[in-house]
């Protein structure tokens, strides 16, 4: 039998819990230690953290996932399955659910976190979208794509503040983008608009100056500055 073996970072009370799951998704059991595993008939595959393509597939329908959690309700990663098979589904309320229940069994589950963002942001839940993408950055700062799925977020909602004329939010958001992600150019481009938008053109020329400091050949921040002249 072909086998797939996930260890979880956090299986209810027993922390090195063990989930053997058989390609046509029948077949589930947990054994509570290495130990265990290794005595019983099953040949063990590679470990892996949290989530796999390959454990998703497997397991391909909502209602096989939601019976493994009936019978293991506080397994983090048998949530995050429901999850990725509601949002595939196009469900993205349900989705977002079965994500929270992740993190919470999962002790702040980082992908679990970042996927409920994206839901958010399929649901134009933008604010929600943010604290979960931030929430998820605050736990590891040295992830450079939870900085990147943060950064975008801000920065698409600062786009949209200023479409709106929402000039002091757009530029909260853009000043945050610059911080996390410093060599992005956009957002100073961004913030020289807002600033002679304000009627500070100082500012504007500061901050375009900050863009062409970081890459001199930025037509647009050089156009803008120019035409300040």
């Not at 196009?90 to 989705?95: K, L, N, S, T, W």
């Not at 786009?159 to 610059?178: G, H, L, P, Q």
Request: charged share 20%; with cysteine; proline share 4%.
């Amino acid at each position: 039998m072909d086998i797939l073996i996930i260890k979880f970072i956090e299986l209810a009370e027993k922390s090195d819990g063990i989930a053997v799951v058989d390609v046509n998704g029948v077949g589930f059991k947990i054994y509570t230690s290495l130990n265990s595993l290794s005595n019983s008939k099953c040949s063990v595959g590679n470990e892996v953290t949290f989530y796999t393509a390959a454990a998703t597939a497997r397991t391909n329908t909502t209602d096989q996932i939601k019976a493994l959690i009936t019978q293991y309700p506080n397994v983090p990663l048998f949530h995050y399955w429901l999850g990725e098979a509601y949002y595939n589904e196009g469900d993205y309320m349900e989705a977002c659910n079965a994500y929270g229940k992740a993190s919470h069994y999962g002790y702040n589950m980082l992908l679990a976190i970042s996927r409920q963002s994206l839901c958010h942001t399929k649901l134009s839940n933008i604010p929600a979208a943010i604290e979960r993408a931030e929430t998820a950055y605050l736990l590891n700062p040295s992830d450079f794509v939870l900085r990147k799925e943060l950064s975008s977020l801000l920065y698409s909602t600062g786009i949209s503040m200023y479409k709106t004329e929402n000039y002091d939010m757009a530029k909260e958001c853009f000043n945050r983008v610059i911080w996390l992600t410093p060599t992005m150019l956009e957002p100073y481009l961004q913030m020289g608009h807002i600033h002679l938008k304000q009627g500070d053109t100082n500012a504007a020329e500061s901050i375009l100056n900050q863009a062409l400091k970081l890459k001199p050949d930025f037509p647009p921040a050089r156009k803008l500055l120019d035409s300040l002249k």
